[in-house]
């Protein structure tokens, strides 16, 4: 089954040009460890999820490109182009003059229902090309205008139309000090429209992908090539082929659909984040070995103790003691804080995958009161090794995660409306204040119900 | 048909219940040895294994592609237990069965009169051999009789614990949501896939009115092996079938020879009568419906009441053109009325067309030739699906309603609905 | 938290619901299974050890199907080839005058012990699947070659046939004779050339063995379904009749007595009966009448109506006595399996599938997802009406002043209003200050 | 891409113009070696063929034939009109974009607005219909003018009010060279107080210049050059000075160097606009991002590194300087010190080779220093431009919507108080037809209310930040 990928704006097509070249590369690596045969079959089932092939035998993504201006989509185009070793397809691009001005309101508003048909068009051609559509990979930062307002108008448009594909929006949490200065209304106007039209928002935030390259992959001057890069990697750790679970020589034909159905069932419950171990340069691994038991326990920790890295993890973090009645909001701000989780997938690759013990993640102690690890809790395995990784771990996680930095992001668009600053701006194209509290009242709930589980 | 065997005078040759037995256990899926039958007649344990078995398999529930998949049978208790409860819910009247110990060792008379019983309620056999049919083309059944809701084979229950976090079931709920969507989207791939190899084997079929090949007739040529085993199953099906017609010529005779059989069993004692109980499932859903009937009468009244008082306001003085026009009128929708109420009572569905089909890719421009139009039916699909969206569309609002109203006894609060669709 | 009583009966629909679905899924994924395979390349020889089975594999280690011939196999299968193409050669030599019948088949190595298989030796001592040659008498018999039965017949060479059959074979020889040709083998010796179906499919053709069992299969059927109404069945009936009265009496059962699948089959026809009462109601009401006469019969429906629904409602009253008089037997618990059987166990006049034309991918992707569809809104309202049933009267008598009052709201109102798929906000409305 | 359309009024105007145009074609001419029109191009240049008659002669790819400056020259003078028409730049404007006349505006606020505006209103409206015409997507409208003269306070003002009736989707963004406390005009603080009041109402951005901020910058960087510090020596070909004798120049002409860092503003805003970059910011993302209320749409510009942008090549110092630069009060282009202020928000737009990590490090670093409204106290911007300046390495504009403009504005309305009172020289503005003493009235309450939206924000200055309370949830 395949994933139509759209991307929308700077950073979504950015992000879109390395998210495809890590895929590509990863499932060219000649070294998979493991048998030619299975690398063949790795290779076609992430070509059928993400490529489409072309008379000459060039991958082409199964993509679109979205931008309101056309810098960037021409320069991705080219990079991948040049590149020689996959493509976008020809007519897979949409560009405008001008873009939205970091102006939510503009991209959703005005670009939007202007551009509708033919942006639905260019990804209907897509759809069309897939035996089998199982959703939609929508990339797009929360704080722009056209990623975030355009793409929180397509992905409606989306709901309408493919109303049985499944969503997942591949959403970018800016930087909390300034990217762009009407990010929170931005970002509460786009988190409170995905929560009506989408599946899935998978979270990558800025701060802790940029800490990744400065601490793991130890660069000194990080370009957002580098950040995107790594986001690439999590992306792809979580979605290149892993065994179905029935057949374990058979690859899983729908990880959306199934990642979906185990980890945002819930209406409440739809944000998800992703860690990753191990990640580091390429000079460290050379001097590095892994453990599953290792590995799998500093994960654990990472998760509960709501670290996004392997470095700097607290160990004093521990689960509660059951029967204790949860926090609530009060415990926000406290320091040392667990984090609860809904529901988790782990994902393994690597040498003796099947040795390794997954036991500390279906302790019900992780889990909120109202669901059982069974139900809560799985597990995806291949024993192909990822990229460069000879054992590796990727963590897909519904949790309280995102509880911070979501209320930060409410509160400071909350003080910024109060004041009424930058109001006009949105009000200038058809948006009225009404709009923003309902965003406010849903993400009021959203933050509430992550708080009382 | 050369195999047919001379009809001998009917049911009083001495032959003729060996064969009639002999087909009959040949008809049944895994039958057991005529054999078997015979020594139930007197009761042996012995026999009562198979025939414990024998009921079961008639007795549970098939995956639908029974061929490729047939899981380990269950213990033989287990079998004992769920032959034992699927009769009583069916309403078999022997109590004697009921009693027969668990291990299934004993009652193989017992077990031939409730196979006998089964035999005589209801086409069994046809029930069976249609289950077990072996698919050569691609089908699609017509109607949804079976629906989402019929279970396949029962797992061991495993009940919820204790009470659940309404979250739990908004959780599952999810889940649920989920899996019809990830189906959809398989059945979509599956249809595709279908229209290839119908379109790339165009022509192939001997048989013209099929055209092209199906699925499983392809994978003949992709898996000799299998395509070995299709061939083997098929022809055990023929086998069956012409047993089962021996077993229509000769059942007479096998049923005066279960008269002789329930003869020799003991009279059941006058007891305490006891009724099957109804599952509780069953019992929700009588409410249900009670209250949508109640719903519904009140509907009518409120629809039928006004119009009569202004239609008897009106007619006073009709001359006899009048009434004999009124007279037709009433014959007529009796007419109807009485076909409505026929249906109500017999459940006959109206006019929708039943059981499997085979998918013919055809020309969109031939027209003509038997079989029935997709077109059609998505039209009648569709009207159903604009109905039960009606229906749903219903309840919801009655629930709106319901929750508001009960949302007056929270003063100071506010309710803020996701916006409209 | 719900009460148990309500947490189990609800969980155990949903459970329900979800293994009926799942069920389904995994058919469908043992059909795609099949149909994708198909769709796939085919190598040119079957190697049915290389192609795991479908299904659970308890190892892991497993190789994925998507395989491809190992080294060693692409050996093998070349040198196979050359000794069928020598014997192709032979033949040709001949055949000239005469139309000679030149079959390639494709069959498994258990019963290839009548085939020639000495023209490739090395292959059939180590391999299940086998293809050879075989020389079929000149004219007469059957124009198919199938050597033994079961075997189907596969007129698909693999040897550089690409080219032959494309420009050679076929341009020379149009007409209506071409699909029963027999492909003739190429003289150009290449490696064995996988193909698909998209290429090839249009050359198969199906073995007479499998044609005749089929044949016999809608005969039998045919004739299974026209003898079940015929007269000479009636004895039959009766005997049967008196059996079934015969055992009743001797075990004491009640007259009025109400199974438990008849009970449920009875609640079935009153859900179906209410539903087309509704519907010819709605016809009824949305009508617009012209003219006296038509107001008046929809008066007459309308009263006729309600006087069926009485009806119902009077068979409802009637089921619920039986209900409410159960005992229970000594009969062993547990769930019973669904009474009601699939429309496949219905006395159907027709036993074999009828035919069902559709036009495009388009429609049939319609029609499935309409039947789907169908299928999941009766579900839905199923566990609405379930869910209904449970829930509301739990919000209704718990104290909207408790604790949890709120909550229950917020989810059933999620659950029974949105269909679980959007939630609402409950806020105090409390003076900012 | 979209366009923009540069719109010089006045004497000031066209020679901050002039120097712009230059720049920008030096600046392109150093990207694109190909000598392709390119999208980047496209943005302020049109490609014409000159063998074509008429307007017919646009080109919209492939080789660059003759460039057109996308702009109109207002005067109403014709001295640096002619001049420029005379000038190396002569190629780039054709008849068709001029306005001219011949009597000037005499200082006069009401002359330029009142009288040339209705005027010319006809012929100003066909000249920017057509260069619209020009445009497939025209986004901006850059007006350069001082407060302080007749012409480009009266008339560039006028040109506002026209602007966003005829193109109500078009930005106008203003560049307002302020007159210093000498000014050599009497009335300047008419003009400029008149002014103000449509800069107020009809600009979506103001960014003000003073005059004396640029003369005390190129003063020190005087200073330097002679003072004859080590490794300090003038840059032969940088992007400000416009000729060979750049030196000698310098001091004969002081005013080229201030208009050339005027100049330099406008190319360095729009630079990552034009050319690629991984953070790019469109010009609508200014005031966007700027403009939290809509009077308050007036920004503090900065420029780092100022002396080498100058034509002096002094070591390079470290990246993180520039930083530190851009927020001191000798690097502002109006006088202000807006680390003493209150920010309401803060752009930073950078150009060369500089990435992510260097702005968020510096960002880090500096935040603790400066002082950000209490709703907006991440009120960052950035931008990453990949084409660094010709000739430099990198560059930081740094834009401040800041409260430290509020003072130039109260000194204005002193000076202008002064006057009033005296009613001195109001006679010649209300002799002008349509011209009435409310005119004043209304203007200096536009002003005082400004300044008092600015004294609003600033009093929160001393209070602690707190949150509202937030919308609270039953469940």
Request: glycine share 8%; charged share 20%.
């Amino acid at each position: 089954m395949s994933i139509v990928t759209v991307q929308l704006g700077q950073c979504g097509n950015q992000i879109g040009f390395e998210v495809f070249d890590a895929l590509y590369t990863d499932s060219h690596c000649p070294q998979g460890l493991c048998s030619k045969r299975e690398n063949e079959a790795y290779q076609a089932s992430c070509k059928e999820r993400f490529f489409s092939e072309e008379e000459n035998g060039v991958p082409v993504a199964r993509a679109v490109l979205v931008d309101m201006e056309p810098k960037v989509t021409s320069q991705t185009l080219s990079k991948a182009t040049q590149s020689g070793r996959w493509k976008y397809g020809q007519h897979s691009c949409f560009c405008q003059k001008q873009g939205s001005g970091n102006n939510w309101a503009y991209g959703y508003s005005v670009h939007g229902p202007r551009h509708e048909e033919s942006i639905m068009n260019l990804i209907q051609k897509e759809v069309e090309k897939c035996d089998s559509l199982s959703g939609f990979f929508i990339i797009m930062s929360m704080a722009g205008g056209t990623g975030s307002g355009l793409g929180a108008f397509v992905t409606q448009n989306l709901q309408d139309q493919y109303s049985n594909s499944l969503k997942m929006n591949q959403i970018i949490w800016p930087y909390g000090t300034g990217e762009v200065i009407v990010q929170n209304y931005n970002s509460i106007l786009t988190l409170s429209h995905l929560y009506r039209s989408s599946d899935a928002l998978l979270v990558h935030e800025n701060d802790a992908l940029h800490k990744i390259c400065a601490k793991l992959m130890n660069i000194k001057q990080i370009s957002f090539s580098d950040i995107n890069q790594v986001l690439a990697h999590q992306l792809g750790s979580v979605f290149q082929p892993t065994y179905s679970v029935e057949g374990s020589c058979h690859y899983r034909r729908n990880p959306l659909g199934d990642l979906m159905e185990n980890l945002v069932p819930h209406p409440e419950f739809k944000m998800l984040g992703i860690r990753n171990i191990p990640q580091m340069s390429e000079n460290s691994l050379a001097y590095s070995t892994f453990t599953w038991a290792g590995l799998l326990k500093h994960l654990r920790q990472m998760l509960i103790s709501n670290s996004k890295m392997e470095e700097g993890i607290d160990w004093q973090v521990r689960p509660p003691l059951p029967g204790l009645p949860t926090l609530g909001k009060a415990s926000l701000n406290r320091g040392l804080h667990f984090n609860m989780s809904i529901a988790n997938l782990v994902i393994l690759r690597g040498k003796d995958v099947h040795s390794a013990d997954l036991g500390g993640f279906k302790d019900s102690a992780l889990y909120t009161s109202w669901l059982e690890p069974i139900n809560a809790f799985n597990a995806w395995k291949t024993h192909r090794a990822f990229s460069k990784y000879e054992k590796s771990a990727a963590l897909v996680s519904n949790s309280q995660f995102l509880l911070k930095p979501l209320d930060t992001i409410v509160g400071k668009a909350w003080n910024m409306f109060a004041s009424k600053a930058y109001i006009h701006q949105y009000t200038k194209f058809g948006m009225e204040e009404e709009d923003f509290l309902d965003s406010f009242t849903l993400l009021e709930q959203v933050v509430a119900s992550y708080c009382n589980l | 048909m050369g195999r047919r065997r001379p009809r001998g005078p009917r049911g009083d040759t001495v032959g003729a219940l060996p064969e009639a037995i002999a087909a009959l256990s040949q008809t049944l899926p895994a039958g057991p040895s005529p054999e078997i039958f015979r020594r139930a007649k007197f009761d042996r344990p012995e026999a009562a294994p198979a025939l414990w078995q024998l009921l079961f398999r008639v007795l549970s529930p098939l995956p639908r592609d029974g061929a490729s998949a047939s899981p380990a049978s269950p213990a033989l208790e287990a079998q004992v237990h769920l032959v034992k409860s699927a009769l009583r819910s069916q309403g078999y009247p022997r109590r004697a069965l009921a009693q027969l110990p668990e291990d299934g060792s004993q009652g193989s008379r017992e077990l031939l009169l409730a196979l006998a019983w089964l035999l005589a309620r209801g086409p069994l056999l046809e029930q069976l051999l249609a289950q077990t049919r072996v698919r050569l083309g691609d089908e699609i059944p017509l109607c949804e009789c079976e629906a989402l809701a019929s279970a396949g084979p029962l797992p061991p229950r495993r009940e919820a614990d204790g009470p659940v976090d309404i979250r739990h079931l908004q959780w599952l709920m999810g889940k649920l949501r989920f899996q019809w969507r990830n189906l959809i989207t398989s059945q979509q791939e599956q249809c595709a896939l279908l229209g290839k190899i119908h379109s790339y084997t165009q022509g192939c079929h001997s048989d013209r009115s099929l055209g092209h090949l199906s699925v499983a007739e392809t994978e003949l040529f992709r898996d000799p092996e299998g395509g070995r085993q299709l061939l083997q199953r098929l022809e055990s099906e023929n086998a069956r079938l012409e047993a089962a017609l021996v077993w229509r010529r000769q059942e007479l005779v096998f049923w005066k020879w279960m008269d002789t059989v329930l003869g020799a069993c003991p009279l059941e004692a006058s007891q305490p009568t006891f009724l099957p109980r109804i599952p509780t499932g069953g019992a929700g859903e009588l409410e249900l419906v009670a209250q949508e009937l109640q719903a519904l009468h009140e509907e009518l009244r409120g629809a039928a009441e006004p119009r009569r008082a202004a239609w008897e306001a009106r007619v006073g003085g009709w001359g006899p053109e009048q009434t004999a026009v009124q007279r037709a009128s009433r014959e007529a929708v009796g007419r109807e009325l009485a076909a409505l109420q026929r249906a109500c009572e017999q459940g006959e569905a109206l006019a929708q067309p039943h059981g499997p089909c085979r998918l013919v890719k055809t020309d969109a421009r031939a027209s003509g030739g038997p079989g029935l139009r997709a077109a059609e039916l998505i039209g009648a699909l569709r009207s159903r699906e604009t109905r039960l969206e009606a229906v749903l569309g219903r309840l919801q609002t009655r629930c709106r309603q319901e929750l508001t109203r009960l949302a007056g006894a929270r003063p100071g609060l506010l309710w803020i609905l996701p916006p409209g669709r | 938290m719900l009460p148990a009583g309500c947490s189990r009966r609800l969980v155990a629909e949903l459970r329900d619901a979800r293994d009926a679905c799942a069920e389904r899924q995994r058919q469908l994924e043992r059909s795609l299974c099949v149909s994708r395979r198909l769709l796939r390349t085919w190598e040119p020889v079957e190697t049915p050890a290389a192609e795991p089975a479908p299904g659970p594999e308890p190892n892991e280690e497993a190789p994925p199907p998507a395989c491809t011939p190992s080294p060693q196999e692409l050996k093998e299968l070349e040198l196979l080839t050359q000794a069928l193409e020598k014997a192709v050669r032979v033949r040709k030599g001949t055949s000239k005058a005469g139309e000679r019948h030149k079959a390639l088949s494709l069959k498994s190595g258990s019963a290839a012990a009548s085939a020639t298989t000495a023209s490739a030796p090395s292959r059939a001592s180590s391999q299940a699947g086998s293809r050879a040659s075989e020389t079929k008498p000149p004219r007469g018999a059957h124009q198919t070659t199938v050597p033994a039965r079961g075997l189907p017949e596969c007129r698909l060479p693999s040897v550089g046939d690409r080219t032959h059959m494309g420009r050679g074979a076929r341009a020379t020889k149009p007409g209506p004779g071409l699909r029963d040709q027999q492909i003739p083998p190429s003289a150009a010796p290449q490696a064995p050339e996988a193909f698909t179906l998209k290429e090839k499919g249009i050359l198969l053709k199906l073995p007479m063995a499998y044609r005749k069992a089929a044949s016999q299969n809608s005969r039998l059927w045919a004739q299974f379904s026209s003898t079940q109404t015929s007269d000479s069945r009636d004895a039959a009936t009766t005997a049967k009749t008196q059996f079934l009265q015969k055992m009743k009496m001797t075990s004491g059962w009640p007259s009025s007595g109400l199974s438990a699948a008849e009970a449920e089959a009875e609640v079935g026809l009153l859900q179906k009966a209410c539903s087309l009462l509704r519907r010819r109601m709605e016809e009824e009401l949305s009508a617009d009448p012209a003219d006296w006469m038509q107001e008046y019969h929809c008066l007459l429906t309308l009263e006729g109506l309600q006087a069926i629904t009485g009806r119902c409602l009077h068979r409802v009253q009637g089921l619920r006595a039986a209900v409410a008089g159960q005992q229970l037997g000594p009969w062993p618990e547990g769930r019973c399996p669904r009474a009601s059987v699939p429309c496949e166990g219905r006395t159907d006049p027709s036993w074999s599938p009828q035919l069902l034309l559709y036009s495009s991918t388009k429609e049939l992707q319609t029609l499935a997802a309409l039947r789907l569809r169908v299928a999941m809104l009766e579900q839905q309202i199923h566990l609405e009406k379930v869910l209904m049933a449970e829930l509301l009267p739990l919000v209704s008598t718990r104290d909207p002043q408790g604790p949890s009052w709120l909550v229950l709201c917020r989810a059933v109102h999620s659950l029974l209003c949105e269909g679980g798929e959007r939630f609402l906000t409950i806020l105090r409305d409390e003076p900012a200050d | 891409m979209a366009q923009s359309v540069v719109v010089q009024v006045g004497q000031c105007g066209n020679q901050i113009g002039c120097c712009f145009w230059d720049l920008a074609l030096r600046e392109h001419a150093a990207v694109n070696q190909k000598g392709i029109y390119d999208e980047a191009i496209s943005s302020f240049f049109r490609n014409v063929d000159t063998r074509v008659v008429g307007d017919g002669g646009s080109i919209s790819k492939g080789k660059i034939c003759s460039l057109k400056a996308r702009a109109i020259l207002i005067d109403m003078e014709e001295g640096v009109v002619n001049e420029i028409l005379q000038g190396p730049l002569r190629d780039v404007f054709d008849s068709k974009q001029l306005i001219t006349d011949i009597s000037g505006s005499g200082n006069n606020w009401a002359v330029g607005y009142k009288v040339f505006g209705s005027l010319y209103q006809e012929q100003i409206l066909e000249k920017l219909r057509k260069s619209a015409e020009h445009c497939d997507c025209l986004q901006c409208f850059f007006i350069i003018h001082s407060m302080g003269g007749g012409t480009g306070s009266g008339l560039g003002t006028f040109l506002l009010k026209l602007l966003e009736d005829e193109f109500p989707e078009v930005y106008r963004f203003v560049t307002s060279v302020y007159p210093s406390g000498e000014d050599d005009v009497i009335t300047s603080p008419y003009n400029s107080i008149l002014a103000m009041k449509e800069l107020n109402e009809h600009a979506d951005c103001v960014l003000p210049i003073d005059n004396q901020s640029l003369f005390d910058i190129i003063s020190k960087i005087d200073l330097m050059v002679n003072s004859g510090k080590l490794g300090t020596t003038i840059k032969p070909k940088s992007l400000v000075t416009s000729s060979a004798e750049a030196v000698k120049k310098w001091h004969q002409r002081p005013f080229d160097a201030m208009n050339n860092i005027v100049a330099n503003l406008l190319l360095n805003l729009t630079s990552s606009a034009r050319f690629e970059g991984s953070l790019n910011m469109d010009l609508n993302e200014i005031s966007m991002n700027l403009v939290p209320f809509p009077q308050l749409h007036y920004l503090v510009s900065s420029l780092t590194p100022l002396y080498t942008l100058a034509d002096v090549n002094i070591p390079t110092r470290r990246l993180d300087q520039m930083f530190s630069d851009a927020f001191s009060k000798d690097h502002q282009l109006i006088r202000a010190d807006p680390k003493h202020s209150l920010y309401l928000a803060c752009a930073l737009m950078v150009r060369g080779n500089v990435q992510v990590s260097d702005l968020r490090r510096n960002i880090e670093r500096l935040k603790p220093s400066l002082q950000f409204v209490s709703w907006n106290q991440e009120g960052w911007k950035t931008s990453l431009c990949s084409v660094p300046p010709v000739g430099h390495s990198h560059s930081l504009l740094a834009l401040a919507n800041n409260t430290c403009v509020k003072p130039t504005f109260m000194e204005l309305k002193e000076r202008f108080m002064r006057l009033y009172k005296k009613k001195a020289h109001l006679h010649h503005y209300l002799q002008i037809e349509g011209m009435e003493e409310s005119g004043f009235m209304e203007a200096v309450s536009s002003l005082s209310g400004l300044i008092e939206e600015y004294n609003q924000l600033d009093a929160t200055k001393s209070m602690p930040v707190e949150d509202f309370p937030r919308l609270s949830i039953a469940v």
